[in-house]
């Protein structure tokens, strides 16, 4: 089994046993009111998540790239596919925690299986115009392209491993 199936499995796991054992336990005394889906969507380090200041972040990087990279104009059509696939995905909603606690396990594992599959078929998407992108480019430009896009893949600092964000 791939390890990237079998992580997958064992989340989906823990997630189902985790909401068996909340409704096996009764609380001894009344817990106070639940925060709701819209007041627990908060980003790194508890602060709130903003869409409009992820794709602000990420125009700015595109843009400080694109400097970088010192894009041709013969470059341009390709630049723009590719930034305009680098751009937040507007589905990119947080799931709805209270309505996936409401959801039997099996109806939970679909549901977690689906945005699954369409977080991949985002990056999927993205690869691919990055490859596109990254094939119109001089050697120097690809040079500085692998520099500065490392830290996607959390190499830069130490930190060792694809989407880690906490050392």
């Given amino acids: 089994m791939k390890p990237q199936v079998r992580k997958h499995l064992l989340t989906c796991a823990l997630l189902a046993s985790l909401g068996i054992a909340a409704q096996a336990q009764t609380p001894a005394t009344p817990a106070a009111p639940a925060a709701s889906s819209a007041e627990r969507q908060h980003g790194h380090h508890g602060k709130k998540f903003d869409p409009a200041k992820r794709t602000e972040m990420v125009n700015k990087r595109l843009a400080d790239l694109k400097?970088?990279?010192?894009?041709?104009?013969?470059?341009?059509?390709?630049?723009?596919?590719?930034?305009?696939?680098?751009?937040?995905s507007a589905q990119r909603a947080r799931p709805d925690r209270d309505a996936i606690a409401r959801m039997s396990t099996p109806d939970r594992i679909d549901h977690l299986r689906a945005l699954r599959d369409q977080r991949n078929a985002e990056m999927d998407r993205r690869a691919e115009?990055?490859?596109?992108?990254?094939?119109?480019?001089?050697?120097?430009?690809?040079?500085?392209?692998?520099?500065?896009?490392?830290?996607?893949?959390?190499?830069?600092?130490?930190?060792?491993?694809?989407?880690?964000?906490?050392?």
């Fill in 67 to 88: 400097q970088k990279l010192k894009v041709g104009p013969n470059q341009e059509t390709a630049w723009t596919s590719f930034s305009t696939a680098m751009q937040p």
């Fill in 129 to 167: 115009a990055t490859k596109s992108f990254y094939g119109q480019l001089s050697a120097e430009q690809k040079k500085t392209f692998d520099d500065e896009t490392v830290r996607m893949f959390g190499h830069r600092h130490g930190r060792g491993g694809m989407g880690r964000h906490h050392g």
